[in-house]
């Protein structure tokens, strides 16, 4: 087993750091937010809740000029060993509890995977969790391209 990297008080500390940026980014990008449309929800209802896709905000960045910022804290985690670290700025979409961030076009595959965290947020601390099906199983890839 390897030693840990950080200590208890350090991963503490970045971990507040790091739920303060990620709450801070979803309100940054919540004002250029919006629902999804008629077509989305349709194409996604039999997957997800009707409160999820309600809930879920979109923005994409090629529209609004903005981008998926850096988190100030990678390197930090990068100082402490290393780690394997997705870069933000190479990401296709980041959600922010219910405020998915595109950095390219949105498509529905994508869209599908992020609502998958925006519901696991939704769900987290509830006992009864949705039943989510693989799209695949139920009418064949959302985008036209294989899975």
């Not at 990620?22 to 629902?35: C, D, I, N």
């Not at 850096?70 to 930090?76: L, M």
């Not at 869209?111 to 949705?130: D, E, Y």
């Amino acid at each position: 087993m390897l030693p840990q990297k950080f200590s208890a008080p350090e991963l503490d500390a970045l971990v507040k750091e790091g739920l303060q940026w990620f709450h801070a980014q979803r309100e940054s990008f919540l004002p250029s937010a919006v629902p999804l449309d008629g077509s989305e929800k349709t194409s996604l209802s039999p997957f997800f809740p009707a409160d999820v896709l309600d809930r879920a905000r979109i923005v994409d960045c090629l529209k609004t000029g903005g981008k998926i910022p850096f988190p100030p804290f990678y390197e930090k985690l990068r100082a402490g060993g290393d780690r394997v670290l997705p870069d933000a700025t190479h990401m296709t979409a980041v959600t922010f509890v219910d405020v998915i961030v595109f950095n390219r076009q949105p498509t529905l595959r994508v869209m599908f995977h992020n609502l998958v965290h925006v519901t696991q947020f939704a769900f987290g601390r509830r006992k009864s969790r949705p039943k989510l099906l693989p799209y695949h199983q139920r009418i064949g890839p959302l985008d036209g391209r294989s899975v």
